[in-house]
């Protein structure tokens, strides 16, 4: 875990209001009677969170000479693979895009129609662990494109990550003011206002493989990688002379 500033700012006119901007951060003023003196501080918290889930597309293509030909194979070989990925209890098992379409030979800028292409694509969810033994199966029951594979943390993982992003942003800040109170010989009063611009989570990891998948090979190895999760706070902070 780490933790790093933001801005820090002191402010010490006694008519002073700062508004905060939540996208940038920036500070604006404005007069307002009956403020006092203010150390506006704006630390960060960062946690990096171990990934746990895999999120895999893999692809059926095939080709044929006919577009009914073409289609009828990629739903038997989709078929297939569906079946063998429902017994391995993947989750979120869904098609994400099917397409058709012609191929062409090109020659002496002559056009000739070939045959067609017909492709499935599918998605799901399972542990790290077990990612390398799916991908592997489905192969070997007709899938022939491994197209993308992202990595995610759970929820409960990230939710404990952001709590403790916060706590860390929050203690960054009071050890700045700490050391900016020290240093100018000012008393600390009392935290007058706390706001917390944001708390967040990296998207999923995504690492594109988009290779064409061979049979008869060990069981492929997945390394999943980390997510990084930020909080953002700013603490207004009255303070006053020695």
Do not use: C, H, W
Not at 183 to 199: F, K, N, Q, R
């Amino acid at each position: 875990m780490v933790a790093e500033n933001d801005s820090l700012l002191g402010l010490d006119d006694s008519n002073v209001e700062t508004n905060r901007d939540p996208l940038t951060g920036g500070i604006s003023l404005s007069n307002v009677e009956g403020e006092g003196n203010i150390l506006e501080v704006t630390s960060i918290g960062e946690v990096t969170v171990p990934t746990s889930i895999s999120t895999i597309e893999l692809g059926i293509q095939v080709e044929a000479a006919t577009a009914a030909e073409a289609q009828q194979q990629v739903a038997q070989q989709t078929t297939s693979v569906v079946d063998v990925l429902e017994n391995l209890d993947v989750e979120e098992l869904q098609t994400t895009s099917l397409r058709l379409f012609p191929v062409y030979s090109f020659e002496d800028d002559t056009r000739t129609l070939t045959g067609f292409e017909a492709r499935n694509t599918l998605s799901f969810e399972l542990p790290n662990e077990s990612a390398g033994v799916a991908i592997d199966a489905a192969i070997e029951a007709g899938a022939n494109l491994v197209q993308d594979i992202s990595f995610s943390a759970t929820d409960e993982a990230l939710q404990q990550a952001r709590l403790q992003a916060l706590q860390q942003a929050i203690e960054q800040a009071q050890i700045e003011a700490e050391t900016v109170f020290k240093t100018l010989d000012l008393v600390a009063e009392e935290i007058v206002g706390i706001e917390i611009l944001s708390v967040g989570a990296s998207n999923p990891t995504s690492q594109p493989l988009q290779f064409e998948a061979t049979a008869q090979r060990d069981i492929t190895p997945i390394l999943g990688s980390d997510q990084i999760v930020q909080a953002s706070v700013a603490l207004e902070i009255l303070y006053s002379e020695q």
